[in-house]
């Protein structure tokens, strides 16, 4: 009798009759059929999904974001073209693709010029609607407050735009640190224009000085700034600005044309010449680097005839004014008889065309005026000195009474006369 035998693989005992284990005769189970396999491709599959999906979803909203930004350019291309009524319709396709795309600061941007752009066409009404929304979700954001202001200016509403003015000056900017003090300046430069174009000078003056105060470092805007002094009548500290825009930037035409009026107007002659000067060469310059005298050439033109106006004045005022510092009595009466020549001379050439009276000296002053030569006058005058200043208020009323009665001198000489005499009477009122 045949002994069992032994399984090698489960163990078990091989019946008799048989050659080979029951276990060996079981289908094969291939890896494929485990569990374990089946699951992980399962979660593979659901990650292959899942990227697909999520890469469809960036697509479409790119997509939309895209053609938020394609129709916001193309309104902002409307506007400015004096489209406003396209524009709107482009902004309003623009903020429909960009809700929940694009970030609220840019969909802010989007909101504030669809605003313009109703605005543009005359819906007030509905533009204020819409910044009161905007500005309740942000108070203190300065964009809002200053469109809000230009709108409560442009209806009327003097307190409304006197307190978002503030907001703009005082909120949110952009949080860009150079752009933040150019927007703040701008927006209180506007608010100054604002006060001195409903004739609020003494409110305008303390926002033209802060704004001074902290302009960026730009020769360009010190400029700007100084110029509005100007014009204020300050010309001490728009001679500091200017100034200030030199050290920037030596060559900047606006400021060496700026500080050359300043100084002329404070009448520091020696730096009106120096700087009237390099205005001058430096826009002779500029035309010929630039072959034109920028945007505006008209008003280029006049404000180079000004300047050519004021540097001959200062010129003529440092060789006729008699009252100059260091003179000897001489010098001095030469001076005052060639103002006088010229006074006549005008003067005379009014009378004939107008049929005006002419003005006569005192007694006191006929040595002088009917001398029989200008030598003699001057000799006789600087020999009786005291009786210059007389004939200098003599040579003003004749100036004057031809600046009244035809026009404002146009000659150098006859405009350093009546400037001399102004200021002798600004002096000894």
């Not at 599959?45 to 997509?63: D, Q």
């Not at 709107?88 to 694009?102: C, N």
């Not at 469109?147 to 952009?174: F, M, P, S």
């Amino acid at each position: 009798m045949e002994s069992s035998q032994i399984c090698p693989k489960c163990g078990r005992t091989i019946p008799e009759g048989h050659i080979v284990c029951r276990c060996s005769m079981r289908p094969r189970r291939y890896w494929l059929h485990s569990r374990e396999t089946i699951l992980l491709l399962c979660v593979f599959g659901l990650v292959i999904a899942f990227g697909i999906t999520g890469f469809a979803a960036r697509l479409y909203h790119g997509r939309r974001a895209e053609l938020a930004r394609s129709w916001f350019d193309r309104g902002n291309a409307e506007l400015k073209a004096g489209r406003a009524e396209a524009a709107l319709s482009d902004f309003r396709t623009a903020l429909i693709y960009a809700q929940h795309e694009l970030a609220p600061e840019q969909q802010r941007e989007y909101e504030l010029n669809f605003v313009q752009a109703l605005i543009a066409i005359g819906k007030n009404d509905e533009a204020r609607s819409y910044l009161l929304d905007l500005w309740e979700r942000g108070p203190g954001n300065s964009r809002i407050n200053l469109e809000l202001a230009r709108l409560a200016g442009r209806i009327g509403n003097d307190a409304d735009a006197r307190r978002y003015y503030n907001g703009a000056i005082y909120g949110v900017w952009d949080p860009n640190a150079g752009d933040v003090l150019r927007q703040r300046m701008d927006a209180r430069l506007e608010f100054y224009h604002y006060l001195m174009d409903h004739g609020e000078k003494t409110e305008a003056q303390p926002e033209l000085l802060a704004t001074a105060a902290a302009v960026p470092p730009d020769p360009a805007l010190h400029a700007l700034v100084g110029g509005l002094m100007l014009e204020a009548g300050q010309p001490q500290p728009a001679f500091d600005q200017f100034q200030q825009a030199l050290r920037l930037g030596p060559r900047n035409y606006e400021a060496l044309a700026g500080a050359g009026e300043a100084a002329f107007q404070l009448g520091n002659d020696r730096d009106a010449i120096r700087y009237l000067e390099g205005a001058i060469r430096e826009g002779a310059q500029e035309k010929r680097r630039s072959g034109s005298q920028g945007a505006d050439p008209a008003a280029r033109e006049t404000e180079q005839a000004q300047v050519m106006q004021d540097l001959a004045i200062a010129q003529a005022t440092l060789a006729l004014d008699p009252n100059r510092p260091g003179l000897d009595p001489t010098e001095r009466a030469r001076r005052a008889i060639r103002a006088y020549d010229a006074a006549v001379t005008r003067i005379e050439s009014c009378a004939k065309e107008h049929g005006i009276a002419l003005p006569a000296p005192s007694v006191n002053l006929t040595p002088f005026t009917d001398a029989a030569s200008d030598e003699l006058a001057v000799v006789t005058l600087s020999k009786h000195i005291e009786q210059l200043e007389p004939l200098m208020e003599f040579v003003f009323q004749m100036e004057s009474t031809a600046t009244e009665n035809c026009a404002p001198p146009s000659d150098p000489t006859n405009a350093t006369i009546m400037r001399i005499g102004e200021k002798t009477h600004a002096s000894h009122p």
